[in-house]
């Protein structure tokens, strides 16, 4: 089959979608984003809407771990993509989700079964209208079993931190710790990992891609090679 990468067009019946997942820090949304502008499909990165709910938890002080609570909020709150940009209620909110209390609260709203039925029927409903990569933790799992393209990213926990370290310093977070980056690492690892329901798993029909040595392009390549032998 021959393939013309428009993004907002399905060439043939349906639109086509890449799932990518993994643990923090493997380098998924970098990857994710450039895959998108290469094959120009949409990019949708659904860390940031589990972290766009968590903002609003925090803001209006509430304990994370008061389920009761979070879903009363989950219940007044509109998430929503537009052009890479994460909305929550009306409000783009793409760098405060980024922020570093967020990610250390982020894994205890997203292990609320209530949370994770909302945010995945949205992320479904996008999926239906576009062509496009969608990374996470459970996308080729839960989300998109049937995706046509699947890849799980990995790298050492040291690399993992390492590179989520630099990212907060280059943000200017400059009383950051490098043992307390990893231990953060080490604890949503857990928590994302042994949750009952959508866990971070590796799709069985995914590939498996280590980024530890791996140059970001490397890695951008291999998927993309990929994704245009299948759709030869
Ligand atoms: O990829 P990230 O660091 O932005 O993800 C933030 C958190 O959201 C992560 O700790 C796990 C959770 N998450 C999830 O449970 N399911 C997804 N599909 C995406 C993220």
């Known amino acids: ?13 349906r639109y086509y979608s890449i799932a990518i997942d993994g643990p923090a820090g493997a380098g998924k949304s970098t990857i994710a ?3 998108s502008r290469i094959l120009n499909i949409e990019y949708i990165d659904t860390g940031a809407m589990y972290r766009a709910l968590t903002l609003k ?3 209006n002080n509430i304990d994370p771990l008061n389920e009761e609570k979070v879903i009363h909020v989950l219940n007044e709150t509109e998430i929503d993509f537009k052009d890479n940009n994460i909305f929550l209620d009306g409000i783009d909110v793409s760098k405060e989700v980024r922020e570093n209390i967020v990610s250390q609260n982020v ?3 997203a292990k609320i079964g209530e949370v994770r039925n909302r945010l995945v029927n949205l992320q479904r409903d996008i999926s239906l209208r576009k062509n496009l990569v969608m990374d996470g933790r459970d996308i080729g799992t839960v989300v998109l079993p049937n995706a046509d393209y699947k890849f ?3 790298a050492t926990v040291e690399e993992r931190a390492s590179r989520r370290y630099r990212e907060l310093v280059d943000g200017e977070n400059l009383n950051i710790d490098l043992d307390d980056v ?3 690492i080490i604890k ?3 928590i994302d990992s042994n949750r009952k329901i959508g866990p971070l798993r590796k799709a069985k029909d995914a590939y498996l891609l280590d980024t530890t040595d791996k ?3 490397e890695c951008v390549e291999y998927i993309v090679s990929i994704v245009l032998r299948g759709k030869e």
Do not use: N, P, Y
């Open 1 to 13: 089959m021959v393939i013309i990468l428009l993004g907002e067009v399905a060439l043939d019946d």
């Open 33 to 35: 984003k450039r895959v």
């Open 57 to 59: 938890i925090l803001r």
């Open 107 to 109: 894994s205890q709203i």
């Open 152 to 154: 799980f990213l990995t």
């Open 182 to 184: 990893i231990s953060d």
């Open 188 to 190: 949503r690892d857990d």
């Open 215 to 217: 140059t970001i392009s």
